[in-house]
């Protein structure tokens, strides 16, 4: 399958801090990348969907000032947390997909530890 | 919003066992993939459908998309330890430009060797 790499893996910033999580799409071109948000024993929930060159669609419920996606690029998406509290604390996937309807492949994930 | 409904939630097998789990929905959709997850790790995909009616096979895996386009089954023949993690259904919904890829709840799998 195609290789898509998530960066840090891990990170512990204050509150108050932003964080910049990247997902880039290693071996292939990205038209889609889809943000996830997983706690404990829980399952993923889509954040937003970024398509090259346009702005994300966030699901209702999530803050579009507090998350900031940028899909710059077909091999980039990056997740920016603002103002970061300890209730973001979480688990963060992305993947990415050649486009929409075909195979989704995902980054390792960062877990964000808000102190 | 679309929901997935995706059990079992949890099984606990004998190595050598087959396993299957499914997915349901209310709602039609164009694609259903299927991943597993190792704790602290990204879901990798195991395998994807993209025609109703569709059955594939990966290995020990076989997966269908089903007829009426809302539900999707996987199955494992003859498990063995290091299937163990959390099995998820995903499914693609919407337009071309619009689609959205959401999970079921996760099939958490033990096996007992």
């Known amino acids: 399958g195609a290789v898509v790499s998530q960066h840090p893996s891990r990170v512990i910033c204050k509150s108050g801090t932003s964080v910049k999580i990247e997902c880039r799409s290693l071996?292939?071109?990205?038209?889609?990348m889809f943000w996830y948000r997983q706690f404990p024993k829980q399952s993923l929930m889509l954040m937003a969907t970024?398509?090259?060159?346009?702005?994300?669609?966030?699901e209702q419920g999530v803050e579009k000032d507090k998350f900031l996606i940028n899909h710059a690029s077909l091999t980039l998406s990056t997740l920016t947390v603002t103002s970061a509290h300890p209730e973001d604390s979480s688990f963060y996937i992305c993947?990415?997909?050649?486009?929409?309807?075909?195979?989704?492949?995902f980054g390792q994930g960062t877990r964000l530890t808000v102190v | 919003g679309q929901q997935l409904n995706q059990s079992p939630q949890s099984m606990f097998i004998q190595e050598g066992e087959d396993v299957s789990m499914n997915c349901t929905s209310s709602?039609?959709?164009?694609?259903w993939l299927w991943y597993k997850q190792d704790p602290g790790e990204g879901p990798v995909l195991l395998i994807a459908?993209?025609?109703?009616?569709e059955l594939t096979s990966n290995g020990r895996l076989t997966a269908q998309f089903g007829i009426t386009r809302k539900d999707s089954f996987l199955n494992i023949s003859a498990s063995i330890p290091s299937d163990v993690g959390i099995y998820f259904c995903?499914?693609?919904?919407?337009?071309?430009?619009?689609?959205?890829?959401?999970f079921g709840q996760g099939t958490t799998l033990q096996v007992k060797p």
């Open positions: 993947s990415a997909s050649r486009g929409v309807s075909t195979e989704a492949f």
């Open positions: 071996d292939f071109q990205a038209t889609t």
């Open positions: 970024s398509n090259e060159g346009s702005k994300a669609t966030y």
């Open positions: 709602s039609i959709f164009n694609t």
């Open positions: 459908l993209y025609k109703a009616g």
């Open positions: 995903a499914g693609y919904y919407g337009s071309s430009n619009t689609g959205k890829l959401i």
